[in-house]
């Protein structure tokens, strides 16, 4: 991998950046400086940037509590997407592991970890994905047995049965708090669910998806990276195809 890569990916700068002051001699290669950003590190290599060590982790995992009003993309000319939110990385392999529609917040996991998001959005291994939502309606045992029996939304989807739950109730205001878990993740879902049984979704979180739970410590647009303990039950769960 190229010297430049191998310090951008690891989010010491930006590739221009980097290029610059590795001309200038900041970075060594076992122990040599090395002025060319194109070099070829070989495995294994002790790295140093300014000084200071930097190792390879060739993959990354970060918990991501997405605000509303961004998009579930890499990039984008004109919008902001939950990638430009990770300031910390400058890695160019990160993508989100599916989509959250740009007026949902809440759980997203931003990887670049292509085998484990496949796994995870595989509709094989329904893994569950917990939301949170505020319902123009009040929401009663009917929906709750409508969406446990596999709720037929319109021509081209039929939902797999769906859990929810009625977390408070408001006559006055007409609306619900629930949460509702679902096993696939078919284009505006659960708005499209609640639609169906002639209700509105007025605001959705994710908290969960998998044995991954949204951090309560991250507010809206923040983001930390997955522990180790988290990295592996995603991916313990996920092969033993518990979900
Ligand atoms: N269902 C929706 O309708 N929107 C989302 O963002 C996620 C699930």
């Known amino acids: 991998m190229r010297l430049d890569k ?3 990916d690891m989010g010491i700068g930006t590739r221009s950046e980097l290029k610059a002051k590795i001309r200038k001699g900041s970075a060594t290669v076992n122990g040599s400086i090395i002025k060319d950003p194109g070099f070829q590190v070989p495995a294994q290599a002790i790295v140093t940037f300014c000084g200071q060590t930097v190792s390879y982790e060739s993959n990354a995992y970060y918990m991501l509590n997405k605000p509303a009003g961004v ?5 984008d000319p004109k919008l902001k997407t939950v990638i430009d939110l990770i300031e910390e990385s400058h890695r160019t392999d990160l993508f989100p592991v599916g989509r959250l529609d740009k007026d949902t917040e809440g ?11 496949h796994r995870l959005l595989s509709p094989k291994h329904h893994v569950d994905k917990v939301y949170y939502a505020i319902i123009s ?25 769906a859990d929810l739950t009625i977390l ?12 509702i878990t679902i096993r696939e993740g078919k284009f505006h879902q659960i708005k499209r669910m609640f639609e169906a049984v002639g209700m ?13 739970s949204l951090d309560p410590a991250l507010s809206p647009g923040e983001y930390r990276r997955l522990t180790q303990d ?3 039950a995603l991916q313990s769960n996920e092969t033993k195809g518990t979900y």
């Open 6 to 8: 191998y310090l951008a």
């Open 71 to 75: 998009i579930s993309a890499t990039e």
């Open 107 to 117: 759980l997203l996991l931003i990887t670049n970890d292509g085998a484990l998001s």
């Open 137 to 161: 309606g009040i929401v009663s045992k009917q929906e709750i047995t409508a969406f446990a029996n596999g709720l037929k939304v319109d021509d081209d989807l039929t939902a797999m049965p």
């Open 168 to 179: 408070h109730t408001d006559p006055e205001k007409v609306t619900s708090e629930v949460e």
């Open 200 to 212: 509105k979704v007025m605001y959705l979180k994710r908290i969960k998806m998998g044995s991954l």
């Open 230 to 232: 988290e990295v592996e």
